[in-house]
């Protein structure tokens, strides 16, 4: 069984910065990769960040320049690193994790506030 727990989220002031965390635990072979998605008062869930397994990175176009995703594989963590916040960046954010050939999962969420 496998179980992600994040970390981090919070309210924040329009510009400011929050850095989310992700931990895996359990049976953790074959990553594909690991990512966070997240999903906004009234809209529908959407990728902000993922790290393949070779280490490649892809961004939504929302995010771009803004977000840094990362990770430790010793830590078996992932991490966000979101920069100049905006009020459409208020969401629940989710890590999602995907291991070689089947395995989907989903962390709880934390919600990141940006607001004045």
């Known amino acids: 069984q496998v179980q992600l727990v994040e970390s981090g989220g919070g309210l924040v002031q329009p510009g400011g910065s929050l850095r989310l965390s992700c931990t895996a635990s359990g049976s953790i072979f074959s990553i594909h990769s690991m990512g966070w998605y997240r999903q906004g008062p009234g809209k529908e869930r959407e990728l902000v960040a993922t790290?393949?397994?070779?280490?490649?990175?892809i961004y939504g176009n929302s995010v771009k320049g803004r977000f840094t995703i990362s990770r430790d594989n010793a830590k078996n963590t992932m991490y966000l690193q979101m920069n100049s916040l905006k009020p459409e960046d208020t969401a629940v954010y989710y890590c999602r994790l995907l291991i070689a050939p089947r395995g989907d999962y989903w962390g709880q969420g934390t919600q990141v506030t940006v607001s004045s």
């Open positions: 790290v393949l397994s070779g280490g490649t990175t």
